[in-house]
Every structure is written in C-alpha cells, then in structure tokens.
C-alpha cells in the first residue's frame, strides 16, 4: 500500500474507532495516528489467530483497523483512568 492509502485507512479507521469508544473524534492528525497504529495492532492479532491482517484498501483492511484502533483505546483509556495522584 502506498503511503497515502495508509494515511486514508488510517483517517477512516481512527475517526471511527474514536467514535465508538468516546462518541466523538480525536481530531485530524490523531485520529490518523491512532488508525495507522491500530492498523498494526489489528493486522497483528489477526496474524496471530490464523486471519490475514491488512491486505490493502478494502473493507477488510478498515475492519481489521478499526478493532485495532478500538483495542489501542480502550487500553490507553485503562492505562489513563488507572494512575493515581499524588497530591
């Protein structure tokens, strides 16, 4: 895939799993990051349970991205509400 397709699929993939996860989007650049990265994530998982993971520009690609991205969330969302103050 070239780099702008990345790009693309990681827009569309970011913009949705911040939508399911927190009701609305991240902004431009973060929800490209978080698609891109979740993009990985999903095509990792999928590699590791026997699927294929991103393939290219199709359905099943943003699929897979999207649950990438939905994991990556909601494991930043833990990560973030599970510190403490130290005030």
């Not at 520009?57 to 510190?83: D, E, K, M, P, W």
């Amino acid at each position: 895939m070239s780099i702008l397709a990345w790009i693309v699929l990681g827009l569309i993939a970011g913009f949705i799993s911040s939508l399911i996860v927190n009701r609305h989007g991240e902004g431009f650049l973060l929800d490209i990051v978080i698609g891109i990265i979740g993009a990985v994530i999903g095509g990792f998982i999928m590699s590791a349970v026997g699927g294929e993971g991103v393939s290219g520009f199709n359905l099943y690609s943003i699929l897979v991205a999207i649950g990438g991205a939905i994991v990556l969330v909601i494991l930043h969302a833990i990560r973030g509400t599970s510190r403490t103050s130290t005030y």
